[in-house]
T-cell receptor
Framework: DAGVIQSPRHEVTEMGQEVTLRCKPI?????LFWYRQTMMRGLELLIY????????DSGMPEDRFSAKMPNASFSTLKIQPSEPRDSAVYFC?????????????FGPGTRLTVT | EDKVVQSPLSLVVHEGDTVTLNCSYE??????LLWYKQEKKAPTFLFML????IEKKSGRLSSILDKKELFSILNITATQTGDSAVYLC????????????FGKGTRLSVIA
């Protein structure tokens, strides 16, 4: 199994540009989570989906952030327009239905730098 | 508000030392507490604790939970440079199929 796949691994962009992060969960997993990690705030949940449906997006910082999961094998996190304070590592994680909390598999992350 | 608090935030030790990392939590309907190790990539799972007083052990790492005092510790004995990492403590919110709330982590540096 290839695990959770994220792309790109690194993204450097200028303030004001649109950024799209992509995630492919492990096949058969029906829960998907987007986290953001910074030195100041640690690892924070942004949004999660069960069966492609957004369940809780209260962690999304503001309207500049949006996430979609059009099918069971693909999700995107979009930032438009991006700002320097969005610089962070963004992790996607997935879990199977009924799985214990620890059976949450993380992707390698996307390191975003907004200049 | 559910929260997980870790201490210390950072720690520098010499190889061979023993370290204790702390995690306290306030989580509604507590079910379990998890420890992860994060090197320069994604967090990897170490332990899940659900019962008080029962030590989980893996090699030089061990962990225990105190549900009365709402905390957990992670011990690492005879530390090695390969133990250098950020150690994260987390708890699932509310019930099973929900995300994890993480502490900010303890950054451990082991120097030769």
């Amino acid at each position: 199994d290839a695990g959770v796949i994220q792309s790109p691994r690194h993204e450097v962009t200028e303030m004001g540009q649109e950024v799209t992060l992509r995630c492919k969960p492990i096949s058969g997993h029906n829960s998907l989570f987007w986290y953001r990690q910074t030195m100041m705030r640690g690892l924070e949940l942004l949004i999660y989906f069960n069966n492609n449906v957004p369940i809780d997006d209260s962690g999304m910082p503001e309207d500049r952030f949006s996430a979609k999961m059009p099918n069971a094998s693909f999700s995107t996190l979009k930032i438009q327009p991006s700002e320097p304070r969005d610089s962070a590592v963004y992790f996607c994680a997935s879990r199977s239905s009924g799985g214990l909390a620890y059976e949450q598999y993380f992707g390698p992350g996307t390191r975003l730098t907004v200049t | 508000e559910d929260k997980v608090v870790q201490s210390p935030l950072s720690l520098v030790v010499h190889e061979g030392d023993t370290v204790t990392l702390n995690c306290s939590y306030e989580v509604t309907n507590f079910r379990s507490l998890l420890w992860y190790k994060q090197e320069k990539k994604a967090p990897t799972f170490l332990f899940m604790l659900t019962s008080s007083g029962i030590e989980k052990k893996s090699g030089r790492l061990s962990s225990i939970l105190d549900k009365k005092e709402l905390f957990s510790i992670l011990n690492i004995t005879a530390t090695q440079t390969g133990d250098s990492a950020v150690y994260l403590c987390a708890a699932p919110l509310i019930s099973g199929n929900t995300p994890l709330v993480f502490g900010k982590g303890t950054r451990l540096s082991v120097i030769a």
